[in-house]
């Protein structure tokens, strides 16, 4: 019996050290996946100071119009509750970003303040990082930074604020700067060679390093005055992101954003549409040449919206202009590998409670479950003390007019707007302070006139957002042929995505050009202006003869392809531009509406 027990004994012992040595060799169960995680971006560009509602409308779908019906949307108020709620959604893992012009060509309640307050409203946005635009050089790069650092602007001679702004620094006599972070990787100082601000940013969100590039285009100094963009250089966007794609993986980035101040468009019907028919535009071959790093692409500049994917699978988006759209971009992110595994974007509406009328006056309802976003009241109260200090001279009315003029071009190329302004600005340089050299033709370009006057009476507030830039005249020499090689460059630069460079003439002088002959031929080679064609109050231009012509400061420095401006001789700076438009519509009476008259198109 013992000896049976102890039998027993050793073989439950042996079948143990089986079952112990069976557990340490087993492999150790594995562990389910992590989720994927979510990465949210809140993207916005061309804000272009527009802390008040802009006016205008978006076109959106409504089930029960199939052409759409068009929204009042915008103000940075509503914006801000737009970021808020939207933000809600993934609270730990968003950015907000921008792609450039979110100053510049600002409203009066921004600009009047040297863009001050867009700088502020900003910040309590909650914006994160923003490209460079163009506008953001208008006024030079020691402007540009003190956008970012602060400080006040500088006080001319006389103790005022300068040229341009009623006062600085409006908040307990200081400003901050910037919250947010500008990148600028492809704009160098001439003199040290180092970025005007650093070309990248690295953050992270939900465990994963995202790398942000900052850039705008490169062809900038193009189409910004030449003192605006003094000692800088402007690089390849292509090479630049390429160079940099490397840099922001070796410091840990799995995902690589891209915020460029350059765009394309779109032939789409609505805001809305996200089926991108007929893109096209400089940003295309951009995104296509960038390293297949690059996982997102948001861009700016051209004023469109719209949400598309390149065929390496880059996704591309822009939120319009002033305010009015914001897009939610959605990066689904594997834990493992902190790679992008499927994105998303679209565009929402910044819907404000405004009114929107139709072509009759009738007031349109909003698409069905479309309500108006309400106010932030933190953002509505600064946005509300810069426009009662600007009221005054906002709501001044300074003219009238026989009906709306707008930018909408003729077959010639001219608009109602332009055709006006050039006859104001050859008013304002040919009366008796001018002596014996007053202006005979005036021209102005169609890139300085921002937005439409639509009421027949014209405040100061509607003629300062038309033209926001606060131009001098300059009025000059130039003779019959470099007339003739004026009006040539308005086709050898560039046309801008979804419009023209056609300049707008003074009443008097006119000319015909042939659509036959073709676009951007170089200097000196195919003529698209008839020269015989060219006639100033019915008499023929002569080639040898001079002419006093009137032009803004930023076209006489060579602005948007003028080089020929440069060659003007026997300089007169005249009055500021809106001053000037201001004078002519307070001593017209009522201005009738121009007849578009003054250039043919042949073909």
């Known amino acids: 019996m013992a000896s049976t027990l102890r039998a027993c004994a050793c073989l439950l012992a042996t079948l143990a050290v089986f079952a112990a040595a069976d557990r340490a060799g087993a492999a150790p169960a594995k562990a389910a996946p992590a989720a994927p995680r979510t990465l949210t971006l809140l993207a916005l560009n061309d804000f272009h100071g527009n802390v008040l509602p802009p006016g205008g409308s978006v076109l959106v779908p409504d089930p029960d119009n199939p052409a759409g019906t068009r929204v009042s949307a915008g103000g940075a108020a509503y914006l801000a509750t737009l970021v808020r709620s939207l933000r809600q959604h993934n609270p730990r893992n968003t950015l907000v970003v921008a792609a450039g012009d979110m100053i510049g060509a600002s409203q009066l309640t921004s600009g009047l303040f040297h863009d001050e307050p867009t700088i502020d409203v900003l910040g309590q946005i909650g914006l994160d990082i923003a490209s460079v635009g163009n506008h953001e ?22 103790g005022s604020a300068g040229v341009v702004g009623v006062d600085t620094c409006m908040n307990q006599g200081r400003f901050a700067g910037a919250r947010f972070q500008y990148l600028a990787a492809n704009v160098r100082e001439r003199s040290s060679g180092k970025t005007l601000f650093p070309a990248t940013s690295v953050r992270a969100l939900g465990g994963v390093k995202v790398g942000f590039i900052g850039l705008t285009l490169a062809a900038t100094p193009s189409i910004v005055t030449p003192a605006g963009v003094q000692g800088l250089e402007f690089d390849d966007e292509v090479q630049t992101v390429n160079r940099l794609v490397p840099e922001l993986q070796r410091r840990g980035a799995t995902v690589i954003v891209v915020l460029i101040h350059q765009g394309g468009e779109t032939r789409a019907k609505t805001a809305l549409d996200k089926s991108c028919p007929g893109f096209s535009g400089p940003i295309l071959d951009l995104a296509d040449r960038f390293d297949k790093g690059v996982d997102l692409v948001v861009s700016g500049h051209t004023h469109q919206e719209y949400v598309c994917f390149r065929p390496d699978g880059k996704l591309l988006t822009q939120s319009g202009s002033y305010g009015r759209m914001l897009t939610k971009i959605d990066l689904t992110i594997d834990r493992s590998t902190g790679k992008v595994i499927a994105k998303d974007a679209t565009n929402h509406l910044v819907h404000n409670d405004a009114p929107v009328y139709d072509a009759a006056g009738n007031p349109v309802r909003p698409p069905a479950g479309r309500v108006p976003l309400l106010r932030d009241a933190g953002v509505e109260r600064v946005v509300r003390r810069y426009g009662d200090l600007s009221a005054t001279i906002a709501d001044a009315v300074v003219g009238r007019i026989a009906g709306p003029l707008d930018r909408k071009p003729s077959a010639g190329g001219e608009t109602t707007l332009g055709a006006v302004i050039a006859d104001a600005f050859l008013a304002g340089s040919s009366d008796s302070s001018y002596g014996e050299r007053p202006a005979q033709i005036a021209f102005t370009n169609r890139a300085s006139l921002r937005s439409d006057l639509s009421s027949l009476s014209v405040n100061f507030g509607q003629l300062f957002n ?69 006639q100033l109050h019915g008499k023929p231009i002569e080639m040898e003869q001079v002419y006093r012509v009137t032009v803004n400061s930023f076209m006489a420095s060579g602005g948007d392809g003028y080089t020929v401006l440069r060659q003007g001789s026997r300089l007169q700076s005249g009055e500021i531009d809106s001053a000037v438009a201001k004078l002519y519509l307070r001593t017209r009476g009522v201005v009738a509406l121009p007849a578009l008259d003054r250039i043919s198109r042949l073909n």
């Not at 050089?137 to 006389?158: I, T």
């Not at 979804?498 to 003074?506: H, I, T």
């Open 137 to 158: 050089f208008d006024k030079g790069r020691d402007e540009l930074l003190r956008m970012q650092h602060g400080g006040c602007f500088p006080k001319a001679a006389d």
């Open 466 to 534: 038309a033209m926001p830039f606060n131009n001098n005249l300059v009025t000059m020499d130039l003779s019959g042929a470099q007339l003739l090689r004026l009006l040539e460059q308005q086709w050898e630069s560039p046309q801008p995505a979804g419009g023209s460079r056609m300049l707008a003439v003074s009443k008097g002088f006119g000319y015909s050009w042939d659509a036959s002959m073709p676009e951007g031929a170089p200097p000196g080679t195919g003529r698209r202006v008839l020269p015989a064609s060219m």
